[in-house]
């Protein structure tokens, strides 16, 4: 091992399993600097705004303290001041690795934004969908009936998922040996009734009015999704998320136990027989899925957030855990300014010490707008001083 290794290689020996000279330190920042008005750079040689324009546009602003010195400074350069390393270029960059084409013959998009609502319709020669969203958040799903079910996956049908060579090279570039990229895409087939095509309520009568027509319709969308994999795991993203945004509260542990772990074993062996690595973003209550969390083989699990936010203590974490990574850690509300700066002092050692090396050490799961942004420098520092090795 060098002397000194660079955040980059630290991230990838944790995922390897080999030793580090440090833990990383990933606090995931944008929320906090899209949510204070800080406009954003892109890198040089990217020029699609989309995804600053949607961040912008979907993270309500707020008035938080802002240190001088971030004053007109890209997220990259923050990073480098807080001595931390940056995740996901989505997020920290405003590139997006993969991206989704509709067939415009097949499918007709049509989006209307009016005072932060959007209205978004697909027409098709099947029907059409209407869905609409309030700050990125659904007012009204797209899929409503078994008819819509239909008729979403012709839409899928006429989808293609792409790999952006370009876009790699510019994010992989502005990352330099600050990390390597990591990348989320579209949620398993269950994730993805719940949060994006029906809503939990509609998924879960679906479930039991329906059982034909919905299982037909969660085959189909896994049978995209295999199409996506071939993608994903040809590109040369070694870290891959599943941005599930699990919670007990939603995924019930008999949902958690059908549905979503046979698809993630599915997926997770694809991945592991590909030399890559593979996360799952799981922020809500986990208390009813701690005996399942390593079900599926995950390297890692991001964002579990422990008490006094989450419903676990760091305990239970890591006796559910195991010697399975740990990726944050700290709960988000610790950054806040009305709360002690002893309390996440101790907070931030009490993780280091249960986890590590297991450990890519972040904010479960974002800093909030309202964080008081100079505590992250704070845990910089304890990282800084803290031996893994030791």
């Known amino acids: 091992m060098s002397a000194t290794l660079s955040m980059r290689e630290r991230v990838l020996r944790t995922f390897q399993r080999q030793a580090v000279d440090r833990i990383v330190w990933q606090p995931r920042i944008y929320y906090w600097y899209y949510g204070n008005r800080l406009e954003n750079k892109l890198p040089d040689g990217y020029e699609d705004r989309g995804l600053l324009e949607a961040f912008q546009e979907t993270i309500q602003a707020h008035d938080g303290q802002v240190p001088e010195r971030y004053v007109g400074k890209s997220m990259l350069e923050i990073y480098d001041d807080l001595a931390a390393s940056p995740r996901y270029p989505q997020e920290v960059l405003g590139v997006s690795l993969f991206r989704m084409e509709i067939d415009s013959k097949r499918v007709k998009r049509i989006t209307r934004v009016d005072k932060g609502e959007r209205t978004t319709t697909h027409e098709t020669a099947w029907g059409t969908l209407r869905e609409v969203t309030r700050h990125g958040y659904h007012t009204e799903y797209p ?18 998922f ?4 370009h876009a790699f090279a510019v994010a992989d570039g502005a990352f330099g040996e600050r990390g390597p990229l990591y990348s989320f895409y579209p ?61 007990a509260n ?27 690595f593979c996360t799952i973003h799981m922020d809500g209550s ?4 701690l005996h399942l969390i390593n079900e ?6 991001e964002a579990a ?35 002690p700066r002893a309390t996440l002092e101790s907070f931030a050692v009490k993780v280091l010490e249960i986890f590590s090396p297991n450990l890519i050490l972040g904010v479960s799961d974002e800093v ?23």
């Open 143 to 160: 899929v409503k009936t078994p008819h819509d079910m239909r008729v979403m996956r012709h839409i899928l049908d006429s989808t293609e």
């Open 162 to 165: 792409l790999y952006d060579a």
């Open 187 to 247: 949620r398993s087939p269950l994730q993805r009734l719940i949060i994006s095509y029906m809503g939990l309520e509609n998924t879960i009568y679906a479930l039991i009015d329906y059982p034909r027509q919905i299982h037909d319709f969660l085959k189909a969308i896994e049978e995209w999704d295999d199409k996506m994999y071939e993608v994903l795991l040809s590109s040369p993203l070694q870290i891959l998320n599943f941005g599930e945004n699990i919670d």
């Open 250 to 276: 939603v995924d019930s542990p008999r949902l958690f136990e059908e549905y979503l772990i046979p698809y993630y074993k599915k997926r997770v062996a694809q991945i592991h027989q590909r030399g890559k």
């Open 286 to 289: 986990l208390r009813p899925l």
């Open 296 to 301: 599926a083989g995950f390297d890692g699990i």
């Open 305 to 339: 957030t422990p008490l006094p936010q989450g419903d676990v203590t760091l305990e239970e974490l890591k006796e559910a855990f195991g010697d399975t990574i740990l990726i944050d850690g700290i709960p988000a509300i610790l950054f806040l300014p009305d709360q």
């Open 368 to 390: 909030p707008p309202t964080a008081d942004i100079n505590k992250v420098k704070i845990v910089s520092q304890i990282v800084e001083s803290f031996d893994p090795r030791e």
